[in-house]
């Protein structure tokens, strides 16, 4: 494997392609810890070292943005706005006529959808600066935090400190496009990835320093089962067969190929985990307009606490449900049965047209109950198994981030793979 890497190195092309993806992912990981004008770098490391916790909610998008939300910086949004927006544009393919009609329009169409995409993300970039802004101007944001992070007066400063991470998240976006286009791997998944990667160090060193090595141990042991869990359950798929009759086209006769569809296990990836955590973490959002009445006592009871049953209960049933809801947005079997039966393909012994359908969606609800089953239990082994040992903060390894860290990696691995095996026959996954 160390063999393959410098070959990777060695190739002029790829090597060019390996060094401009690390440096855009050093270049977002300095900006992340530049922080934003109008902001008290000395009064939020304070508040952020009182342990003094955050909303659920907050502490999702700061995973993604690499601890940069909580430090206001002016990547503090990362790529959570245009996470969103690429989920809302898949998500009008179902209501609107006229987003379907672009997805069918092939690449015309697809420049057209990224075009918007980059429209809404700008203006949840606003809505979710502004938000940030507010709260932690109001000292919510850091709750029970007496250190004000944001010290100046007037309207300038706020205004000031939105731009900065509208234009950030902007930047953000930019940079992961272009880590497509002339790097290695998926632009956004990797600067996701990096933002992840980036906490292991920090809360593998919390984890030893608070609780000792007895327990640094076990969380180590568990992530390796963890991370092993994940990979062999991310690269399960089940193939359904497909062949290709033959046919003339003009003289020549064309056809007789045999091929299949991949239908992966976990064909949602972490997307059911992100709406789950997102969806429960709402009532606790709501609940700190008025913390002191009965419905928000009830919330905060059973709403913020990660290790309560009903929240556990709820958590699983939400990511199971939308692991099937999103799959039934983005895989389409009457659609790929039809394009099947345009070029002459059909799944041996079964009829093509309507009965390829119904057989496709059979499968998929076969591979897809497990797939979500596995989804659920490793996104609540942080909050169970580490509750046992009282590491749940700081745990590393637990759902989303070892589902992106794992899932992405795989991925590059496989890009760089393909590219070294056009060169040298030979790559790092033999």
């Known amino acids: 494997m160390l063999g393959a890497f410098g070959r990777a190195f060695r190739t002029p092309d790829l090597r060019q392609k390996l060094l401009f993806t690390i440096t855009i992912m050093i270049v977002f990981r300095i900006g992340s810890a530049i922080p934003s004008p109008g902001v008290s770098y000395s009064n939020v490391q304070a508040c952020i070292s009182g342990n003094t916790g955050t909303n659920e909610l907050l502490g999702i998008a700061n995973l ?24 809302i544009m898949q ?11 672009l997805h069918k329009e092939g690449q015309t169409g697809q420049t057209k959808t990224n075009q918007y995409t980059r429209y809404v993300t700008i203006g949840l970039a606003i809505l979710q600066a502004s938000t940030f802004v507010t709260l932690a101007k109001d000292g919510r944001l850091f709750p029970g935090c007496t250190s004000e992070v944001m010290p100046g007066d007037g309207i300038a400063p706020i205004i000031f400190t939105i731009i900065a991470m509208t234009a950030g998240a902007a930047l953000t976006m930019w940079m992961g496009e272009m880590i497509t286009e002339r790097g290695v791997g998926n632009g956004m998944s990797l600067l996701i990835f990096t933002s992840i990667a980036a906490q292991f160090p920090v809360s593998l060193g919390a984890i030893l320093t608070e609780r000792g090595w007895a327990t640094f141990i076990a969380v180590m042991l568990i992530g390796i089962a963890v991370m092993v869990l994940v990979i062999f359950v991310e690269q399960s798929q089940r193939r359904v067969p497909v062949q290709y009759a033959k046919r003339m086209v003009g003289r020549r006769l064309l056809g007789g190929s045999s091929t299949y569809i991949p239908i992966k296990v976990n064909m949602a990836g972490v997307i059911p985990v992100i709406f789950a955590s997102s969806l429960l973490a709402i009532p606790g959002l709501a609940a700190t307009f008025s913390p ?22 709820l958590y699983v049933l939400l990511i199971i449900f939308f692991a099937f809801f999103y799959v039934s947005i983005t895989f389409n079997p009457e659609e790929i049965a039809d394009n099947m039966k345009k070029h002459g393909g059909f799944v041996p012994g079964i009829r093509a047209g309507r009965a390829t359908a119904e057989y496709l969606q059979y499968v998929l609800n076969r591979v897809l109950t497990p797939g979500a089953l596995y989804l659920g239990a490793i996104a609540v082994i942080p909050l169970v198994a580490l509750a046992m040992i009282s590491a749940q903060q700081n745990f590393p390894f637990g759902g989303t981030s070892i589902l992106i860290v794992v899932g992405v990696g795989l991925e590059t691995i496989k890009q760089i793979d393909a590219q070294l095996q056009q060169r040298h026959y030979e790559g790092i996954l033999k």
């Open 64 to 87: 993604f943005s690499g601890g940069a939300l909580l430090q206001l910086s002016i990547f503090a949004l990362g790529i959570m706005p245009y996470i969103t927006a690429s989920i």
């Open 91 to 101: 998500l009008m393919r179902v209501i609107s006529p006229r987003f379907e009609a």
């Open 292 to 313: 002191t009445s009965e419905w928000s006592l009830w919330i905060q009871a059973n709403f913020v606490r990660g290790d309560h049953p009903v929240y556990i209960a």
